[in-house]
């Protein structure tokens, strides 16, 4: 029996691996590099093509795939702290900050009772797509599923959700700025994509289109948005200790966000080369790859159709809310003179 749980660990660290090494490397291939579409995405893509083969020899792969998708995962977060500095917060200021808590605070628990309450949505589906949309998109759901300790379908749902709406929005918010229906400046446009658009990658890829500088101010507030991360992995726990029928759910405290606070403030306060950070940033890229990948290996496919639909509808009314109300919330603290 132990030859077979060592077996099952190496075999399916292996295969995630190779799988995770050819999304790393396609998202360097210029087309695809043009498109800022990450490796993660890539990754659970690849793994849902190839998971008719864990599924045929589960025994095989299931204790490698498993611990890819949990501990990996785990340290793929704190390393992500890496991409993030306190000091670029002052950039945006206190309106800035403020409206990252805005917006994350409202769409999250919008998202969680629409869903749940309308929609008839499983609770964790609705809170990983809100919180998907609301935060971070694919790094906040994988981070969301493991603090939940969802089933692995759930978090392919929602990383499903937040990659379609996250590619309209990237490319439709620089051809509706072009045309000159925002009346934004560079910057504001930027605080607006970075409060607004799902990933990372969306955000920077959104306002390069437009500008350097708006490129910067997206990438600065959506950074605040990955900060807050952290209060909503330690919250959310607390949330969801009783499930729906009334019974105590088993609290499971996400440790690893301490470790991701701590790598922030490490990042944030003491100087160390640029070479050893890009190391830190690629080592953090590759195990959300890897936890990526092990995540679309586990797709259910009778499961996802089940509620996929009500969840993309719900990832679209999150859409709508972010883009429109984003861009109020925006325009009013410009009119009042917060956003120069």
Known sequence: MKNISTNSYTMGILFVLVISAISMGLSFVPAILNLHISPLIIGVILGGFLSFIYHKDHIKYSDGV?????????????????????????????AGVLSCIFIVVIILSLGVYIGVKFLKL?????ILVSGGSAICGAAAVLALE???????????????TVVIFGLIGMFAYPIIYA???IPLNDAQEGI???LTLHEVANAVGAGGAVSLKCASFALITKMIRVILLIPVLLVIPFLVSHSDGGAKRKLHVPWFAFGFLGVVIFHSYVNIPDIFVDMFKFISAFCLTMAMSALGLQIDIK??????????????I???????????LVKWLVDFGFFA
């Open 146 to 160: 493991s603090s939940l300790r969802s089933e692995p379908y759930k978090g392919v749902i929602a990383v499903g």
């Open 303 to 316: 499961k996802f159709k089940s509620s996929g639909g009500s969840a993309f509808t719900l990832a679209l």
């Open 179 to 181: 045309s000159g229906l």
């Open 318 to 328: 999150l859409f709508i809310l972010l883009s429109i109300g984003g861009f109020f």
């Open 66 to 94: 498993t611990f890819s998708a949990k501990k990996i995962l785990r340290f793929g977060i704190i390393l992500y702290g890496f991409n993030v500095s306190l000091l670029q917060i002052g950039q945006v200021g206190v």
């Open 122 to 126: 499983d609770k964790d589906i609705a």
């Open 192 to 194: 607006y994509m970075g």
